[in-house]
C-alpha cells in the first residue's frame, strides 16, 4: 500500500554545527577526537537544510575522507514550495578512533549508496498493524483508532506495542494498561493513532499516541537501528495526575501459556549491595558458554525465577539498590544451538532526557512474572510527586508540566550474548555519551584576541597589583616565583604538553568525567568529585595560555581539550539534572556540576561559554536559595562544610571575574563562610591554641576551612569582612595546603591565592586585633543551625556554648538539641574526633548497630525517651525543632528550642525511620538555656538549663552530657558530677530537678581518644531536669545553687546573686521580698555595684523589680543600674517598640467562613476564593484561611498570592511557621528583603524573622536552565 508520511524528529539530539557547512550539493560533516577516547561506531544523525530545488526524494550519496561510498538514509522533515526538501535529518554509521578526525560529505541528486548489511523499515501489514523489522527482532503495533465513538477506559483499549520477534523467530509479548481503582474520566481515552515517524535502512521508528479526554496524551515511540539488537523505547506521558492515583503501562516480555516462550532465570546487576547468586546456575550458564563478567562480581545475580517482582530498576541514582539491568533466559534453552536461544532485557538509557523518573529511586519501575508466567514490565503513567527538600536534589524541568513523565529504555533482544557485559555495553552504546553526542561539539572556533589570561581567580591586574603591594605580603618570595609571572616558552610548552597528553590531566580527567562513575563505579551515574579534580589542571592549562609565546597549534589544542571538557561536563546524560533522580547529599551535585566554570571561563570566545556560565551563576543563586540559611549558615553541618563550600566559593570567585554574578549575589556566597566563623572556638589546647569549628553533623572538629578564599572573595565588594576572614584565618592557624595527616578540601588553589592575595592578611598582629576579633566571634543567634553563646572572647578564659537545633540537617545525626562547651581554656564537652563516629564502627566503640549509640545511650548532649537506645529518629523534633527564641545581652545570653519525638526505634535498624512510634503520641521536649556572664572571665560564668516536656509524658527520659575525659575524671554525687579536664578546669552538673540523681558513665574510645557519657535519667511520671553547668577553675568558689519555685534559680556567686527565671511557654510570676518578675525568661543579677535586669522573653509587657525600682515594657530588653538608684521607689515603662503594621485594621476579620484566628489583634481580609491578608498583631498566636495558617509571635502581615506568599514581618528575632501554601510549587525558597535562602521545609515551613522590619517572601527556588 502506498502511502505518504511526513516524517518528525523527537528522541535524538540533532544539531547543524559547524562540522555541517552547506556548499551547494554539498554537506560537509566532520569532528576531531582530542580527548584520548575510542568512540566506536554508532548510528548518526545530523539535521541539516537544503536550498530550494537541491535535494529530491532520494537522490543522495555519502563518501568518507577516502572516497568510500557509505550508507545514508535521508529522513524529510519538511519541504519547499517546489516540493525539494527543504530540512531533514541524515543518519549513517561512523566511528572515531583515539586521536583521528572523520570526515564525510554528503552529495543531493545523486545516485543513490549502497545497501547496508542490515535493513530496518516500517511496512503495513494488511492494514491490520503496522511493523518494524532489523535483522534481530521485529515488532507490530495496533491498528490506529483515531477517533473512538466514546471515550474509553485506559484498560480497554490495547496498550502501544502488539508482539516483537524473538531469536527463535517466534512471536511474544505485547502490552495494555492495567486495570486501576478510582480512575479520572480524565484519563478514559478519545483515540490513539499509530503513526510511521521515520523508515530506511539505517533506522525505523513509529509512533503510538493516545489522546486522553481531560486533554493529557501517552506517547511511546518504537525504534529499531539495523545494527543493534534492542528496541529502542522513548515514551511521553502526561495523563495530568500527580502522585495518585497510580495508573500503570505494562510491557509484556514473554507469551502467557506454556507452550508459548516463558523465562525462568534471571540475571540482574546492582551498584549498591552483594547479591547471593546461584552457583548451580552460574555452572550451567558457564557449561553453555555463557560468560557472567569478573569485573561485575559481587553486584551481579543469577537465580531461578518465581512469581512476583523480579527485580526494580535504577535509572540513575546514587543511592537506589535496584538494579541497573537484567536480563531473562530459559533453562532449557541453553542446550539450543547458540543463534536459537531466545534472550530478553531491560535496560534503562539516556538518564539525561527522563523527566519526573524519580519514582521512590526507582521502585515504581518493577519487572514481575505473573501468575501464568508471563513477564511484565510495569511502569507508572501518573507522575510522581516532586520533593519539596533540599535533601533529595533532584532537579526538574521547569519548562513542562509538573505532570509529564519522559522514559528511555530498552528492550534487549535476540540470541542468548556471549557474555551479560553486553548488557552493560548497552547501556554505554545507546544510553550514554556517545559519537552521536560528541560529533556535535564545537571544537573549532576563532579565538578572540581581547581574551586575555590569567582569568580563572586573579587577572594580569591583580598580578600587577600584587606585585605592588609585595612589601606587605608575608609570601612575597613564592609570589616572584608564580609560573604565572615566568614568561620563559619552554615552561609554557611543557605545561600545555602536560594538559594535553598528561595521564593525570585531562585525559585522566576526561575519563572520570565519561567512564569512571561513582562509588558504584557507573559511569552514568557519575561521580562527585569533578570540580576536586579539574584544579589540578585546569590551572597548569591557564599557566600555558597566559604565556603569549606558547606556540599557536599547542594554544588551539589546550582550548580544544577545555571545550570538549566543558561540553562533557554539560551533558545531561553526565549531570542527570532535569530527570528528578536523587543526586546524592547536597555536596555532591555541587562538587559534580561546579567544574564547569573552571572550563568555560578559560574560553570565554567559544560560541556556548556564554551559556555555560550562566547557567552555572544560575545553579549558585539556586543553591543559595535552596541550602543557605537566611544568615548564611551552610545545609551541611560540620566538617561536612568542608565537603563543597570551597567549590563554591571558587566557582563564586571565577564567575565574578567572568561578569557573571552579581555584587548581590556574590555578597550572599561570601556570607557562608563568614557566618561559619562565628562558630569558632576558643583557642583549643589539643589544637597547639588554634580556634576551630567544632562537628554539629557527621563529620569532627574542623581544624581549617575556608575562610581566606573567602576573604578574597569579598575583597571588593566588602572589604572589612575581608578583613575580618583575615583574621579568622590567622586564628586558624594559618592553615594552607601542606597537612600531612589529611586531605584538606579545596587547599590546593592556595599556594595560588597567598602568594597573589597575602597582602590582604596582614601582619602576624592582626589576630590580635579586638576590634576584628569582637566582630567575628560573638553570641549569635544562626537560624536553621542553633546559636552561639559566647563571654569574653580573647580572653584564656573565654567561655563558650555552640548550641545545635535547626532544620539543616543533611549530614547530621539525629543531634537536635546537643551543645559544645568550652570554657577557661579547656573543651568541656569537645565534639568527636572522628568522622563518621557513630556510623564506623572501626573508628571507636558508638558505632554501628551494636555500638554504645545503638544500646546505651546518646553520644550528644541531648535527652532520650522511652528507654536508652531509643534515638528518637532521624533527624528528631520535627519541623518546629530550632532555635525559636533567641536574646543577648551585655549580662545574658538565652535560648530556646523545642521539638516533638515519636520514634521508639532503634539506632542503625533497617527501619529505624519508618515506625509509628508510640502509641501514645508524641513527647514535646521543651530546652532552654540561660547563660550567665560573669564580670571577668575568670569569674562566674555558666549556663542554666530546663527541660520540661509535655504530650506522652509517661516514659522514662535519659539526660546526657559528652565529655573527653576517662571514667575516673567524673566525680558523681547525688546532686550530679563533676568533670575534670586535663588542664585541671572542671564542668560541674548540678540538678535541681531531679532532686537526687544517680549517674551513669558510658565510656568508649573514639579514634585514639576517649568519649565518655554521662547519663542521667528521670522516671515516667518526672516531667523536667533544672540543671547548671558550671565550668571553674581549681580553688575557683562553687556557687550555692537553690531551686525557689517552679523554673526559678537563685544563685549566690562570687560577683553576686543572680536569680534566672525560666519560664519557657508559659509566664512566670515571682514575687518575693525586694524582688519581682513577671515575664516568660530572664534574670535579675544583684551585684556589689550594679543590678542588671533583663526580661528576654514575655508575653505581652513584662516586669522586673528590686528593691523600689520596677522596669516594665515588652521583651527583650536589658538594663544595668548602678546600686544606689534602686532604693528609690519608681516605676520606669520601656519604651514599646513601634510597628507600621496595621493590625487594628477595620477590614480584618477574626471570624467567618474559612478563618482561623487566635490573637489578641490581627485577623483576615479575604480578596478572593485562596486569596487573603493575614495579619497577626503583637503576642502569640494564629491566622489562617482556608486552610493555610501562620502562627508564632506577630506582628507580621502574610499575603497569599499565585505564587505563595509575601508580607512584612517586624519585631525581634524568632520563628514563625506556615503550612505550605497550596499556590507554592516545588522547593520552597524564602526572600528577605529580596535576598533568597532555604527556610525549613521538612514539613511546615519555618520561617526566620529578623530583628526589625523586613519584607519577605515564600516561593518557589527558580532552578537553573537545564542543557539540552
Not at 836 to 859: F, I, M, S, V
Not at 892 to 918: C, F, H, I, M, Q
Not at 977 to 998: D, M, W
Request: net charge positive.
Amino acid at each position: 500500500m502506498n502511502f505518504m508520511i511526513k516524517l518528525q524528529t523527537l528522541l535524538l539530539t540533532l544539531l547543524v554545527a559547524k562540522s555541517c557547512v552547506l556548499k551547494a550539493a554539498e554537506i560537509v560533516f566532520e569532528q576531531k577526537e582530542v580527548l584520548g577516547k575510542d568512540w566506536p561506531r554508532k548510528l548518526l544523525s545530523y539535521e541539516v537544510e537544503f536550498g530550494k530545488g537541491e535535494a529530491r526524494g532520494d537522490q543522495f550519496s555519502l563518501k568518507d575522507s577516502a572516497g568510500n561510498l557509505v550508507p545514508v538514509q535521508v529522513d524529510p522533515l519538511d519541504v519547499h514550495s517546489d516540493d525539494s526538501i527543504r530540512k531533514a535529518i541524515v543518519r549513517f554509521y561512523a566511528e572515531l578512533p583515539v586521536g583521528t578526525t572523520m570526515r564525510f560529505v554528503l552529495h543531493t541528486n545523486t545516485e543513490g549508496d549502497p545497501a547496508p548489511k542490515r535493513a530496518t523499515h516500517a511496512v503495513m501489514e494488511n492494514d491490520e498493524s503496522v511493523a518494524i523489522t532489523n535483522s534481530f527482532t521485529s515488532v507490530l503495533f495496533p491498528k490506529s483508532q483515531p477517533r473512538l465513538k466514546k471515550p474509553k477506559p485506559l484498560h480497554e483499549v490495547p496498550g502501544p506495542l502488539k508482539r516483537f520477534r524473538l531469536a527463535n523467530k517466534k512471536m511474544t509479548g505485547g502490552s495494555r494498561f492495567p486495570r486501576s481503582d478510582n480512575v479520572p474520566e480524565s484519563t478514559h481515552v478519545k483515540g490513539f493513532e499509530t503513526r510511521v515517524v521515520s523508515t530506511g535502512p539505517l533506522y525505523a521508528e513509529v509512533s503510538v499516541r493516545y489522546e486522553l479526554f481531560g486533554g493529557g496524551h501517552i506517547e511511546t515511540r518504537v525504534g529499531l537501528e539495523a545494527e543493534a539488537p534492542v528496541i529502542l523505547m522513548n515514551e511521553e506521558i502526561d495523563t495530568k495526575l500527580i502522585g495518585s492515583p497510580l495508573l500503570f503501562v505494562e510491557y509484556l516480555l514473554s507469551g502467557d501459556s506454556p507452550s508459548s516462550w516463558q523465562p525462568d532465570i534471571v540475571y540482574t546487576r546492582s551498584g549498591r549491595p552483594a547479591y547471593e547468586s546461584d552457583a548451580v546456575l552460574e555452572e550451567q550458564f558457564a557449561k553453555a558458554g555463557i560468560e557472567l563478567p569478573k569485573a561485575r562480581q559481587g553486584s551481579q545475580k543469577v537465580s531461578a525465577m518465581e512469581v512476583g517482582n523480579q527485580f526494580n530498576l535504577n535509572v540513575a541514582s546514587r543511592w537506589s539498590t535496584a538494579s541497573i539491568f537484567g536480563g531473562f533466559v530459559r533453562k532449557k534453552d541453553l542446550s539450543a544451538s547458540p543463534e536459537e536461544r531466545p534472550f530478553v532485557g531491560v535496560v534503562p538509557l539516556h538518564a539525561g532526557k527522563w523527566r519526573n523518573g524519580q519514582h521512590q529511586e526507582g521502585f515504581a519501575f518493577t519487572i514481575n512474572q505473573l501468575p501464568n508466567k508471563q513477564l511484565a514490565v510495569r511502569l507508572p503513567l501518573t507522575a510522581p510527586p516532586r520533593r519539596g527538600s533540599y535533601l533529595h536534589t533532584g532537579e526538574y524541568d521547569s519548562t513542562l508540566p509538573a505532570s509529564m513523565v519522559r522514559r528511555n529504555w530498552g528492550i534487549a533482544v535476540g540470541p542468548i550474548p556471549e557474555s551479560f557485559q553486553a548488557l552493560w555495553d548497552l547501556r554505554m552504546h545507546h544510553g550514554y555519551l556517545t559519537l552521536d553526542d560528541y560529533k556535535d561539539w564545537q571544537l573549532e572556533w576563532k579565538e578572540d584576541p581581547k581574551v586575555s589570561y590569567p582569568r580563572l581567580f586573579f587577572t594580569k591586574q591583580d598580578l600587577i597589583k600584587a606585585k605592588q603591594h609585595s612589601s606587605k605580603n608575608p609570601y612575597k618570595e613564592e609570589l616572584l616565583a608564580l609560573d604565572y609571572l615566568n614568561e620563559d616558552p619552554t615552561l609554557a610548552q611543557k605545561l600545555a604538553e602536560k594538559a594535553i597528553k598528561g595521564s593525570r590531566y585531562p585525559r585522566g580527567y576526561a575519563s572520570h568525567l565519561l567512564t569512571r562513575g561513582g562509588y558504584m563505579g557507573l559511569p552514568w551515574v557519575s561521580g562527585f568529585h569533578q570540580a576536586n579534580y579539574v584544579v589540578r589542571w585546569t590551572m597548569p592549562a591557564e599557566i600555558a595560555l597566559t604565556n603569549l609565546k606558547l606556540e599557536p597549534e599547542l594554544r588551539k589544542q589546550v582550548r580544544q581539550q577545555l571545550a570538549a571538557l566543558a561540553y562533557a561536563a554539560s551533558e545531561p546524560d553526565l549531570t542527570r539534572r532535569g530527570c528528578g533522580v536523587h543526586q546524592g547529599n547536597p555536596n555532591m551535585p555541587i562538587r559534580r556540576f561546579l567544574a564547569l566554570p573552571f572550563l568555560a571561563a578559560l574560553i570565554p570566545d567559544h560560541p556556548s561559554a556564554k551559556e555555560w556560565l550562566t547557567v552555572c551563576a544560575q545553579f549558585m543563586e539556586w543553591k543559595l536559595q535552596t541550602m543557605v540559611a537566611p544568615k548564611g549558615d551552610w545545609g551541611e553541618p560540620g566538617r561536612y562544610l568542608n565537603a563543597s563550600l570551597p567549590y563554591f566559593i571558587q566557582a563564586a570567585i571565577i564567575l565574578e571575574n567572568a561578569g557573571y554574578l552579581s555584587e548581590k549575589i556574590a555578597r550572599q556566597c561570601g556570607a557562608v563562610a563568614y557566618e561559619h566563623s562565628n562558630f569558632l572556638t576558643p583557642p583549643d589546647p589539643r589544637f597547639e591554641g588554634r580556634r576551630i569549628v567544632p562537628s554539629l553533623g557527621h563529620g569532627s572538629q574542623i581544624d581549617y576551612f575556608y575562610a581566606f578564599a573567602n576573604a578574597i572573595l569579598l575583597r571588593n565588594q566588602d572589604p572589612e569582612k575581608a578583613k575580618d576572614l583575615a583574621w579568622v584565618w590567622h586564628a586558624m592557624g594559618k592553615p594552607t595546603g601542606a597537612n600531612k595527616k589529611s586531605h584538606r578540601e579545596g587547599y590546593e588553589l592556595y599556594k595560588y591565592f597567598l602568594p597573589v592575595y597575602g597582602h590582604l592578611l596582614g601582619d602576624e598582629k592582626i589576630v590580635e586585633s579586638a576590634k576584628l576579633r569582637d566582630r567575628v566571634v560573638n553570641s549569635r543567634w544562626h537560624p536553621g543551625w542553633g546559636a552561639v553563646l559566647r563571654a569574653h572572647a580573647g580572653d584564656p578564659n573565654e567561655t563558650y556554648m555552640a548550641y545545635r537545633q535547626g532544620f539543616m540537617v543533611s549530614h547530621a545525626d539525629p543531634n537536635q538539641g546537643d551543645f559544645v562547651i568550652h570554657a577557661k581554656g579547656a573543651p568541656l564537652t569537645p565534639s568527636s574526633k572522628a568522622h563518621y563516629l557513630l556510623h564506623n564502627k572501626g573508628r571507636g566503640d558508638w558505632g554501628g548497630p551494636e555500638g554504645l549509640y545503638a544500646t546505651q545511650g546518646d553520644h550528644f548532649c541531648r535527652i532520650r525517651f522511652g528507654k536508652p537506645e531509643y534515638y528518637g529518629g532521624q533527624p528528631g523534633g520535627g519541623s518546629e525543632s530550632n532555635v525559636n527564641e533567641y536574646f543577648t545581652g551585655e549580662s545574658v545570653d538565652y535560648l530556646r528550642g523545642w521539638g516533638a519525638y515519636n520514634d521508639t526505634n532503634k539506632w542503625a535498624t533497617p527501619k529505624a525511620e519508618w515506625t509509628s512510634g508510640s502509641e501514645g503520641g508524641s513527647i514535646h521536649w521543651d530546652r532552654q538555656v540561660l547563660f550567665l556572664k560573669g564580670k571577668t572571665a575568670s569569674g562566674p560564668n555558666y549556663f542554666v538549663l530546663r527541660d520540661t516536656f509535655s504530650g506522652n509524658t509517661k516514659q522514662d527520659k535519659f539526660w546526657h552530657l559528652r565529655t573527653a575525659v576517662h571514667p575516673d575524671k567524673i566525680k558523681k554525687s547525688h546532686r550530679g558530677f563533676t568533670v575534670h579536664a586535663e588542664n585541671g578546669t572542671r564542668l560541674h552538673a548540678t540538678f535541681l530537678l531531679p532532686k537526687k540523681v544517680q549517674a551513669k558513665v558510658i565510656t568508649g574510645r573514639d579514634l585514639d581518644t576517649v568519649s565518655t557519657s554521662v547519663q542521667i535519667k528521670a522516671g515516667s511520671s518526672q516531667t523536667e531536669y533544672f540543671s547548671v553547668l558550671y565550668p571553674s577553675v581549681p580553688n575557683e568558689k562553687q556557687p550555692k545553687l537553690d531551686k525557689v519555685t517552679d523554673g526559678v534559680l537563685k544563685s549566690q556567686t562570687s560577683e553576686g546573686t543572680d536569680y534566672a527565671f525560666l519560664g519557657g511557654e508559659n509566664t512566670l510570676v515571682y514575687q518575693d521580698e525586694g524582688l519581682a518578675f513577671k515575664g516568660r525568661s530572664g534574670a535579675i543579677r544583684i551585684t556589689p555595684k550594679a543590678i542588671h535586669f533583663v526580661l528576654s522573653t514575655a508575653d505581652g509587657e513584662g516586669s522586673l523589680t528590686y528593691k523600689g525600682l520596677t522596669y516594665v515594657g515588652v521583651a527583650p530588653f536589658e538594663k544595668v543600674v548602678p546600686i544606689e538608684m534602686v532604693n528609690k521607689t519608681v516605676t520606669v515603662q520601656v519604651p514599646a517598640p513601634k510597628y507600621s503594621i496595621q493590625y487594628y485594621d477595620r477590614k480584618l476579620k477574626q471570624s467567618g467562613e474559612g478563618i482561623v484566628f487566635e490573637g489578641t489583634s490581627g485577623g483576615v481580609e479575604v480578596a478572593g476564593k485562596n486569596s487573603a491578608r493575614l495579619v497577626l498583631g503583637p503576642g502569640r498566636g494564629k491566622v489562617g484561611f482556608n486552610g493555610f495558617q501562620v502562627w508564632g509571635e506577630g506582628p507580621f502581615e502574610i499575603k497569599i498570592v499565585d505564587d505563595g506568599v509575601e508580607g512584612v514581618t517586624e519585631g525581634r528575632e524568632r520563628f514563625i511557621y506556615m503550612k505550605r501554601p497550596s499556590t507554592l510549587k516545588g522547593i520552597p525558597a524564602l526572600w528577605i528583603d529580596g535576598v533568597g535562602s532555604a527556610p525549613g521545609y521538612q514539613g511546615n515551613l519555618a520561617i526566620p524573622v529578623f530583628a526589625g522590619k523586613h519584607e519577605i517572601k515564600v516561593g518557589e527556588a527558580k532552578q537553573p536552565d537545564l542543557f539540552r
